[in-house]
């Protein structure tokens, strides 16, 4: 059947798995606000095998299903008792898709952008003189926002994170591990604070944290939304860099980029590998090396908790909550770290929220193109966190860190923090 070759056996035979019980129905986000079949885990599973099968066309209208009805979040692979891997199936589906139908031309311009340090650093330095200038306003007239309120985004970083630190920073005693840190582009031009706890917290533990200047964007969004080839050129730079090399962990500070590393890279080339695609067994092999060593930043830490000093004990505390990121908890099974980490502070109350691991409602451009679902998304992560009466809400991933900090309430003065800042905060002068 000449449909079996749209996606590599590995991933096609998650469709012969599903027994259609709908346990996954009640941990779709997007399911549980517009309560349609089609838009459920189970049902685009089935519409993946009528496709794969060959039976249906791979249609523009179930290109549309595959993009507007899901947010790769993961949650129903976490929940599925027969083991289908959803997101493999719809995000290959999607990229057979975007081959067949194409992506529109902002999408693609967005991507050559994210693609490359230079044009993504003129791009940076253009978004922060266009918002000074002309405010968030201005810009939301001329771009399309969706959820997201441009003014309730951060500044940009006055230079870009990696310019403004050593390439090699080693701690002041004994070198007890040496990492490279993968910070994405999020730490890059907009949390360089995250990257600066990053690399304050690691030499204090007497880790030496390479931080290496040519990296880009990890590519996740760009294969998310189909377009695999160009998220190849970051992939192959991504590995160049980063595996095979003889260091004890490669550490990211952000759970998008750390799924991208884990999981994605050895899924996607070994597929595209297997289909007779333009990637070779050496490269699926450096990808399987790179999965291995990737970490993210609070599972490093609580590894190696007894390396940490002491922070000084306050009367003080901050009342304080976490978020789990799809990307982190589903994607990762990394829960227990960052509350670990949370939960030794002398300086934090940890308070859990209800539904903490429940999606954020951002899925990248999710927000951006399908703002009333992802409203009604963020709306209960908002009100779980509000029920906490937190100072502060953490969480590991820059992308929740903005679709949260967009929708919280300014007034109420709470702040979203990554773990390690209040670490850094109660490490400080240790
Ligand atoms: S995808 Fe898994 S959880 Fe969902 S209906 Fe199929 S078998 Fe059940
Ligand atoms: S990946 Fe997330 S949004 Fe997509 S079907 Fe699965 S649970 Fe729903």
């Not at 027969?82 to 997101?87: L, T």
């Not at 990296?215 to 860099?241: H, N, W, Y």
């Not at 000093?309 to 990394?334: A, F, S, W």
Request: hydrophobic share 35%.
């Amino acid at each position: 059947m000449e449909n079996t070759a749209l996606l590599s056996e590995n991933t096609s035979e998650n469709i012969y798995h599903c027994i259609k019980c709908g346990l996954c129905l009640a941990h779709c986000p997007v399911y549980k606000e517009v309560l349609l079949e089609e838009a459920s885990p189970r049902g685009k599973v089935q519409l993946s095998k009528f496709v794969t099968e060959g039976t249906l066309p791979l249609s523009e209208e179930i290109k549309g299903v595959l993009f507007d009805t899901c947010l790769l979040c993961g949650s129903c692979v976490a929940n599925c008792p027969s083991g289908v891997h959803g997101a493999n199936l719809f995000s290959g589906l999607r990229w057979r898709a975007t081959q067949r139908y194409g992506t529109n031309w902002k999408k693609k311009a967005f991507f050559q952008i994210l693609a490359s340090k230079w044009k993504m650093s003129k791009m940076a330095w253009f978004g922060a003189w266009a918002r000074r200038t002309f405010g968030g306003a201005w810009i939301e007239g001329k771009i399309k926002a969706g959820a997201l309120s441009v003014d309730g985004i951060p500044a940009l970083n006055k230079k870009p994170f990696s310019q403004t630190i050593e390439e090699v920073i080693k701690p002041k005693g004994e070198t007890k591990a040496r990492v490279l840190y993968f910070h994405g582009c999020a730490t890059e031009y907009l949390y360089g604070d995250i990257g600066n706890a990053v690399v304050d917290v690691l030499p204090r533990m007497g880790v030496e944290v390479k931080t290496p200047r040519e990296q880009v964007c990890c590519g996740l969004p760009i294969f998310m939304s189909g377009d695999r080839d160009t998220s190849l050129k970051s992939i192959r730079l991504a590995l160049e860099i980063f595996s095979g090399k003889d260091v004890d962990a490669v550490i990211v500070d952000c759970a998008t980029c750390g799924a991208a590393l884990k999981n994605e890279y050895p899924h996607l080339l070994k597929e595209l590998h297997d289909l007779g695609m333009d990637v070779t067994a050496g490269e699926v092999k450096a990808a399987e090396e790179l999965a291995a060593k990737v970490k993210d930043v609070t599972v490093f830490i609580d590894e190696h908790k007894d390396w940490l000093p002491t922070p000084e004990d306050t009367k003080e505390k901050i009342r304080v909550t976490y978020h789990d990121p799809c990307h982190l908890v589903k994607g990762q099974k990394v829960n227990a770290q960052p509350r670990n980490i949370l939960r030794a502070l002398p300086n934090v109350e940890f308070v859990e929220m209800k539904g903490a691991d429940d999606c954020c409602g951002g899925g990248g451009s999710f927000q951006v193109e399908h703002p009333e679902t992802s409203l009604k998304i963020t709306r209960r992560k908002i009100d779980n966190i509000y029920a906490t009466k937190a100072q502060v809400v953490t969480t590991c991933c820059p992308g929740c860190n903005l679709t949260i900090g967009d929708h919280l309430d300014k007034e109420k003065g709470m702040q979203v923090m990554h773990p390690l800042q209040l670490l850094q905060k109660a490490l400080a002068g240790r």
